[in-house]
């Protein structure tokens, strides 16, 4: 009896444990959705009521007010913007711009459609965003519409990334944030899964200070994720086919820097990662992370003319 008591109580305390892990992966509320849409469109949360918020994202995405309940139509805007399928807009907005700037670029997807019309027609268009992102598919893709496929991007997939800050270890702490982007295209077959200049996440795991017989000081960071042509999420890692490969590209011109190999910007060389007895990654340094799991992705078929 008593040993059977112990083992209900082990299950209990370890089902309890585990409920943070349950709640990090909880539905997101209507306010989150909402404020994950407009991220996407305009860069920033908005304030007000939900249902004000939700007008003016149906007025500026589709030109109109739907009529289903706000709960509905937060979920509808949810789905068309940060979806991951191919009718998706994020997914047509990354799959254009690509197409057109041969890389992702950056900022609010209002902000990008404006930028890609002042390209193709040499001035920014009027009317929904919708219809404005659906025309330029038309003239981005010959036969007007987007070739997508659904593939497997395999587990250890090597991508080259990119920093877009510096990072120095005289004022990096513990979890800053770090930004970085894929520096090359990355295909499954012809199929493009990472377009080049798609963002990625991390931060800062540790920072240990200038030490005694002369050691430097060390930056050590975790790589979270970079985001697919879809938008979904790709968790990467730095593994030991990253560290050799990061190694065989830097050769004499890396750094050892945290347990990888880090490679300077054009023009840099090793000695420009170590400043008297602090370490800096350069803005623009290279190396390379790996991909954790399988993962599928809604990827846009290549060759097309281009």
């Known amino acids: 009896m008593k040993k059977r008591l112990f083992l209900l109580v082990t299950v209990l305390v370890l089902c309890l444990a585990s409920l943070p892990a349950w709640a990090d992966n909880a539905p997101l509320s209507a306010d989150g959705k909402l404020n994950a849409v407009e991220n996407t469109?305009?860069?920033?949360?908005?304030?007000?009521?939900?249902?004000?918020?939700?007008?003016?994202?149906?007025?500026?995405?589709?030109?109109?007010?739907?009529?289903?309940?706000?709960?509905?139509?937060?979920?509808?805007?949810?789905?068309y913007v940060n979806g991951t399928g191919a009718a998706s807009f994020i997914t047509k907005l990354n799959a254009v711009d690509a197409k057109v700037n041969d890389k992702l670029t950056a900022g609010p997807a209002k902000t990008r459609i404006e930028e890609l019309e002042n390209s193709v027609y040499g001035k920014a268009q009027t009317g929904s965003l919708k219809t404005r992102l659906d025309r330029l598919v038309s003239l981005a893709y010959p036969s007007g519409t987007m070739p997508t496929e659904t593939i497997t991007l395999p587990k250890d997939s090597l991508v080259k990334i990119e920093f877009?800050?510096?990072i120095s270890s005289k004022t990096a702490k513990a979890g800053d944030a770090i930004s970085f982007r894929v520096a090359d295209n990355v295909f499954v077959n012809d199929v493009l899964v990472l377009p080049k200049g798609a963002a990625g996440v991390g931060n800062v795991k540790k920072v240990v200070g200038p030490r005694s017989f002369g050691r430097d000081a060390r930056i050590d960071l975790n790589f979270s994720h970079v985001y697919a042509i879809d938008g979904s999420i790709i968790p990467v890692?730095?593994?030991?086919?990253?560290?050799?490969?990061?190694?065989?590209?830097?050769?004499a011109a890396g750094a050892s820097i945290g347990g990888m190999i880090i490679f300077g910007p054009i023009g840099a060389i090793g000695g420009a990662f170590v400043t008297g007895q602090s370490v800096v990654i350069p803005e623009g340094s290279s190396t390379y992370v790996q991909v954790t799991n399988d993962k599928s992705v809604n990827g846009v078929v290549y060759p097309v003319s281009k």
Request: net charge negative; aromatic share 8%; proline share 0%.
């Open 41 to 79: 469109v305009y860069g920033m949360s908005q304030e007000g009521a939900l249902l004000e918020r939700t007008k003016v994202l149906e007025m500026d995405l589709y030109g109109a007010e739907t009529s289903e309940a706000v709960l509905e139509r937060i979920n509808s805007l949810y789905e």
């Open 237 to 251: 890692y730095i593994g030991n086919l990253a560290k050799q490969q990061a190694k065989t590209a830097a050769g």
């Open 164 to 166: 877009t800050q510096a």
